[in-house]
């Protein structure tokens, strides 16, 4: 028998690791602290429990990046999403599931397995010896969340996270909004031209205010607590301590120039900053926000240059255990110094049950080729699973890295996509095309895992 897989955490992303690592032939423990240790969110000692909402989200697999994960996830055996078809209830064109069922089939389908065993107890400590995949989750114990911190350093583990909106470049009014860098700071003509910058008249700023002061907010849940107010606070919190905090915080007007008219001194500006690489992807800067999310969209859009923004990710605070992947984590999902630990799951920067399942499948394949010794190809960045795991172990900007949901920003752009480009008919083009690219990928990349389980997805 080969070396044991030790899998700590059994949520969406270590079930789906193990079960990924055990078909290829390995031996596996999922190491569960449920029910022994209980998080605020979790209310069973199941595996693969969903937390909070019953959704995986679009399925389709055509026009939507979630919907190509499902599809990815079952042309590779999934054990997640073939279970939430398995129970899947009606929701339009969304996968809702029955979550008792769920994590029901789920436990007995791990329980079952010939090569998983599955330990309760809570594990506290970095291992030095073995190969071990950390998926932990957003509620990662105190416990091992100190551990991991002295392990890869303090700053590089998050508690909370502040997520700013994220939009398509290609949805920005360039005829408003312009390039440059506060004070045409920086050495190069790039950096000068860092930021995107979208301008405010004091009545537009005025609107602003109130809209940001009447939106609806989201509560943080039960057991929660609040502990994000030290230098990040949401948007709307900043707009109720006084009507001009933001025009002296994150929307001061100094030190920029509107080419577009460079004779008015706008009264505030909002600025975006490139998210990705790929510079398909800009964030807010400083809009970290806990406004519902129609909410969000309606009020983002008062902004001059943002009437049409399509957003790949809207803002959020939320309790969330996060490591700054792009630094610490080499594109095996290892980490960089310990690399007998690779991590998965939500701990690794991606938001919601899909993408930490992904991760969890990307993971278990990963330990199984590298235990087994059967070299593996780098996941295809054109597939689903390649443009997520790319994005938070390099793609992105390690210092202002924010957990990330999967979306058509994360994917290269297409080679002829200046043909299609603009407009709805335009966009189902091009993400049609994005998504016949990424399952040839996918499909290439699974059949060269020798021995990989790899069904076919309809
Ligand atoms: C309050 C809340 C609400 C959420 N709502 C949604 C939602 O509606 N939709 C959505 O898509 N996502 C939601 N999420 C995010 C969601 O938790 C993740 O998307 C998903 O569950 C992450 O999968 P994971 O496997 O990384 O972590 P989890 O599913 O949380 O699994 C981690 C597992 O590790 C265990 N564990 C933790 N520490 C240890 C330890 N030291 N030793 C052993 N076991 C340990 C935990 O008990 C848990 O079973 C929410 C998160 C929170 C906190």
Redesign the pocket.
């Known amino acids: 028998m080969t070396e044991t897989l030790h899998i700590?955490?059994?949520?969406?992303?270590?079930?789906e690791a193990a079960w990924q690592a055990a078909n290829l032939g390995l031996r596996v423990v999922i190491?569960?602290?449920?029910p022994k240790?209980e998080?605020?969110?979790?209310k069973t000692g199941k595996?693969?429990?969903?937390?909070?909402?019953n959704?995986?989200?679009s399925d389709d697999h055509e026009q939507n990046a979630v919907g190509l994960l499902h599809w990815e996830m079952k042309a590779a055996g999934g054990l997640v999403i073939s279970t939430a078809y398995d129970h899947r209830l009606p929701a339009g064109g969304a996968l809702a599931v029955d979550r008792e069922a769920f994590s029901e089939q789920i436990t007995a389908a791990l329980n079952a397995h010939p090569n998983i065993e599955v330990s309760y107890?809570?594990?506290?400590e970095l291992p030095d010896q073995g190969q071990w995949i950390i998926?932990?989750?957003?509620?990662?114990?105190e416990?091992?969340g100190g551990a991991i911190a002295r392990a890869t350093g303090k700053e590089s583990l998050a508690f909370f996270d502040a997520i700013a909106p994220i939009l398509y470049a290609d949805s920005i009014d360039m005829s408003k909004a312009w390039m440059q860098s506060r004070y045409d700071k920086g050495e190069t003509e790039e950096e000068q031209r860092a930021y995107l910058n979208c301008p405010m008249d004091k009545t537009t700023y005025e609107a602003f205010i109130d809209a940001l002061i009447a939106a609806d907010k989201t509560e943080f849940?039960e057991g929660?607590t609040a502990g994000y107010f030290d230098g990040c606070l949401p948007i709307e919190v900043m707009a109720e301590r006084g009507r001009e905090t933001l025009r002296h915080g994150p929307m001061k007007p100094v030190g920029l120039t509107n080419p577009h008219q460079p004779d008015v001194k706008p009264w505030a500006v909002v600025q975006l900053r490139r998210d990705n690489a790929l510079g398909t992807l800009y964030n807010i800067v400083g809009f970290q926000t806990k406004m519902k999310y129609g909410a969000q969209k309606e009020v983002l859009r008062m902004i001059p240059g943002l009437e049409e923004a399509r957003f790949a990710r809207l803002g959020g605070i939320?309790?969330?255990t996060f490591l700054n992947s792009p630094t610490l984590l080499d594109v095996q999902m290892r980490l960089k110094s310990q690399p007998n630990i690779r991590f998965?799951?939500?701990?690794t920067g991606v938001?919601?049950?899909?993408?930490?399942?992904a991760?969890?499948l990307l993971a278990g394949r990963m330990a199984a080729a590298e235990i087994l010794g059967q070299p593996l190809a780098t996941v295809p960045q054109d597939s689903a699973h390649g443009a997520l795991v790319h994005h938070i172990t390099g793609g992105a900007e390690a210092k202002t890295f924010q957990p990330m949901n999967v979306n058509f920003g994360l994917f290269r752009p297409l080679d002829d996509s200046a043909g299609i480009k603009g407009g709805r008919r335009g966009r189902r083009e091009r993400y049609k095309a994005y998504t016949d690219r990424a399952k040839y990928a996918w499909q290439g990349w699974l059949s060269d895992q020798a021995g990989a389980p790899a069904a076919a997805a309809e």
């Open positions: 700590v955490g059994g949520g969406m992303a270590g079930s190491h569960e602290m449920r240790v998080t605020f969110a979790h595996l693969g429990e969903m937390v909070c909402s959704s995986f989200r107890e809570e594990v506290t998926a932990t989750g957003p509620l990662t114990s416990g091992l849940h929660e939320h309790r969330n998965a799951g939500q701990i938001e919601g049950y899909v993408e930490s399942a991760m969890g």
